[in-house]
């Protein structure tokens, strides 16, 4: 068995670094999340928090991202493709909930039918070193939507913390690549897979999905979405909240598309060029999150979009709380119909 | 504090039980002792939710903007900038008086939930709670200043130092350094619109970053257009923000907004001042930039 001591981890990064753009969790004034290695003034490595605010989604899907340029030549048009330099990318330490969430993000952008282009390029050549969480933090709730905190699943690498090494090992060809590279730097030792701890916070979401199939129209609606204030922190900060929105800009005979992220919170994500909006209330834009994340998604694609890292719970000015959400759904009693 | 529970129970069920109002907004307890939160309620039995504690931060004045087209008769628990929040949505032809029942405290000042929340996290290392949120820090109207109804005692204003100490330190920096500091600032903002949003000055009904034809200001998060939201925020709450502080605290990446908002403020008293945004309600009343006089100072067109 192999372990990576911790004073080797600069090291072990830098080593990485060489050949792959490696990303790491730091903490920055604004905000702890994943940035490139090595770091700069500002930033500080953060492995041993329980997580970053910001999410590693943004190292597969940007907030922002060119898509292509344009300019008139005359009475032709120039168009040139500005996606991304396919490189190998290296995420290190990404938890469980949000490596759940990188899964679903690919079911979203690389099955059914249709590949992005622009998602595959940054996901294809990423590997994922995954960190095993023995800590539940106080807004985690991984375990009740079916994540395992010990088994970040995708991952090439898991790490494992035992205090002044990670136990290191491969979970894919690619990890085993990984590995051998690193073999100068890795120890070998043997060692015990630590424990999850208790969560402190427990939902249950048997049955959930097909009962909110039928909960549509239901009051409670209205009632929860009460204190929401529409904005976008929930989304934005959600690992697996994936929406887009596709725009461009001009400057005189040239421009560029690009796409950025977009949140159901905001009324303008369901404008329609007509005028009207189907989501006009802003309870119907507060279903809609919930809905997706819980009924939706589970139906397309066979699981939950929420993975339960509780990040929405720490930021949401207003206290909205998606486990007290559930509860509160679960405890609603529907005639059979 | 337990004792303004008590009082703030018995005040909402007088209200609820005598169908004076058909809502009334307050606070509740949520899962963690640091966690008060909104509550909306609208019968009797469901004032016993009600708390009033030293987490009661949130600005309910906002809230009222979701009802602005309804008739209901509303119930509103308000500490000092919350009242003023109240003033600014009346004189701003947004609330009718009439439909309010204002029920004031006088503000101890508050501790930030939002604050507390990420310091518990584990999520952003060793964050620590900060005691009396900043924007309590700052305040100098802790008693509601519009009120059916009084309940709690006077409470002295917290600033401590001067008001606009933060802001002379900004206009004593070169252009270059400013510029740095607002660069750092406003390239952190990852457009969730949270300060927009919890703002009881932002009460437009189309709102100008919302547009689409045409497009006012671009979506991409970039330094520039980053710059020409926040830019417009802070100038369309010119001599309107009530100092409240809603959206420094509620930002997800600690952007000092009220920084900006009381650099215009001090602009807006030195121009066309003394002037304090809502501190009273009076009939015909409008905020300055909302007039046109033609002594109006024109030195800086």
Not at chain 1, 126 to 154: H, R, W, Y
Request: proline fraction near 6%; include cysteine.
């Amino acid at each position: 068995m192999k372990v990576l001591v911790k004073d080797k981890i600069n090291t072990a990064l830098n080593r990485l670094a060489e050949n792959s753009q490696v990303y790491v969790p730091v903490h920055r004034e604004g905000g702890s999340r994943f940035a490139p290695w090595p770091t700069v003034p500002g930033d500080e490595l953060a492995l041993d928090s329980l997580n970053t605010m910001f999410s590693p989604k943004e190292v597969v899907l940007p907030q922002t991202e060119k898509m292509y340029t344009f300019a008139a030549r005359g009475q032709s048009v120039e168009i040139k493709e500005t996606g991304e330099e396919r490189k190998e990318r290296v995420v290190f330490g990404v938890r469980a909930c949000d490596s759940k969430a990188i899964a679903a993000l690919d079911e979203v952008f690389l099955t059914r039918g249709y590949e992005d282009g622009f998602y595959k390029a940054r996901r294809e050549p990423l590997i994922i070193i995954g960190k095993a969480c023995t800590q539940p933090g106080p807004n985690c709730f991984c375990s009740a939507m079916g994540v395992d905190p010990l088994e970040p699943d995708p991952v090439d690498v898991i790490i494992y913390d035992l205090g002044d090494a990670y136990g290191w090992e491969p979970r894919s060809e690619r990890g085993q690549k990984l590995t051998q590279s690193l073999g100068d730097i890795l120890a070998d030792r043997d060692f015990q897979k630590p424990s999850a701890g208790e969560f402190q916070l427990q939902v249950d979401i048997n049955g959930l999905p097909e009962k909110l199939a039928g909960m549509f129209e239901h009051p409670l609606w209205e009632e929860l979405a009460e204190p929401c204030m529409n904005c976008g922190i929930c989304t934005y900060l959600c690992p697996s909240c994936y929406c887009f929105d596709i725009q461009v800009k001009n400057r005189g005979t040239e421009g560029y598309r690009f796409r950025c992220w977009d949140s159901c919170m905001y009324p303008e994500y369901t404008m329609m060029a007509g005028g009207h909006n189907p989501r006009g209330s802003k309870h119907e834009r507060f279903r809609n999150r919930f809905l997706h994340k819980l009924e939706f998604f589970q139906e397309r694609y066979g699981t939950s979009l929420c993975t339960g890292c509780g990040r929405c719970i720490v930021a949401c000015p207003q206290g909205i709380n998606i486990v007290s959400i559930i509860k509160r759904l679960q405890e609603v009693e529907l005639d059979v119909r | 504090m337990k004792e303004l529970t008590d009082r703030v129970r018995q005040t909402a069920r007088k209200l609820l039980d005598g169908q004076q109002v058909d809502l009334v907004l307050g606070w509740e307890k949520g899962p963690e002792p640091f966690r008060s939160q909104p509550v909306f309620i609208r019968e009797p039995e469901e004032a016993e939710q009600l708390v009033f504690d030293e987490f009661c931060i949130h600005n309910l004045s906002t809230f009222l903007l979701d009802y602005r087209d309804g008739q209901e008769k509303i119930g509103i628990f308000v500490k000092g900038c919350d009242s003023r929040g109240v003033v600014r949505l009346i004189e701003d032809n947004q609330f009718l008086r009439e439909r309010l029942y204002i029920i004031g405290i006088g503000c101890p000042g508050m501790k930030d939930p939002l604050a507390a929340a990420r310091a518990a996290s584990g999520l952003n290392g060793t964050e620590e709670n900060e005691g009396l949120a900043a924007k309590c820090r700052e305040c100098m109207y802790p008693n509601p200043v519009l009120y059916d109804e009084l309940i709690g005692d006077e409470q002295p204003p917290h600033l401590e130092g001067e008001r606009f100490a933060q802001v002379k330190k900004l206009e004593g920096m070169s252009a270059e350094e400013r510029w740095q500091f607002f660069s750092d600032m406003f390239s952190r903002c990852i457009r969730c619109y949270a300060c927009r949003n919890v703002c009881v000055a932002c009460n437009c009904r189309r709102c100008i970053f919302d547009e689409t034809r045409p497009q006012w200001v671009g979506r991409e998060t970039n330094l520039m257009d980053n710059i020409g939201y926040h830019v417009i925020r802070a100038m369309h709450v010119a001599g309107r923000c009530v100092e409240c502080g809603e959206c420094e605290r509620v930002c997800p990446v600690g952007i000092p907004l009220m920084l900006l908002n009381r650099k215009l403020i001090k602009d807006v008293n030195e121009l066309f001042g003394p002037y304090e945004a809502s501190l009273k309600l009076e009939e015909e009343a409008s905020p300055p930039l909302s007039v046109y006089r033609p002594d109006d100072p024109d030195n800086f067109l």
